[in-house]
């Protein structure tokens, strides 16, 4: 049986300021958004609170929105994902819902 400490009370996470922890979040979620495979997250930004990452930028597809996120949630200490990633058709297409 393994034991498990509640975040409040863990005495190694109390002495990191939390301004850190929210640092440290977003660079991990950052690092793997850029590792992912898919050139188009790299352009996506994060930022931190209390262990909630938030995400911005523009992407082509739902899927690609779909996927930073969950990159994002992957990260060990994240919350939760605030996904406020815009999807905007790429350059000199149309979207099908423009088309007369």
């Known amino acids: 049986m393994t034991a498990s400490v509640h975040p409040a009370c863990d005495r190694e996470s109390a002495l990191v300021p939390a301004a850190s922890r929210d640092a440290d979040l ?40 779909q996927v930073a996120q969950a990159l994002a949630a992957e990260v060990e200490g994240v919350s939760g994902v605030i996904n406020l990633i815009r999807v905007v058709a790429p350059a000199g297409r149309a979207r099908p819902w423009d088309r007369t």
């Open 26 to 65: 977003v660079r991990d979620a950052e690092a793997r958004l850029r590792c992912s495979g898919y050139r188009a997250l790299h352009d996506v930004s994060c930022d931190g609170h209390e262990g909630w990452v938030r995400l911005g930028g523009r992407l082509p597809s739902h899927y690609l929105k």
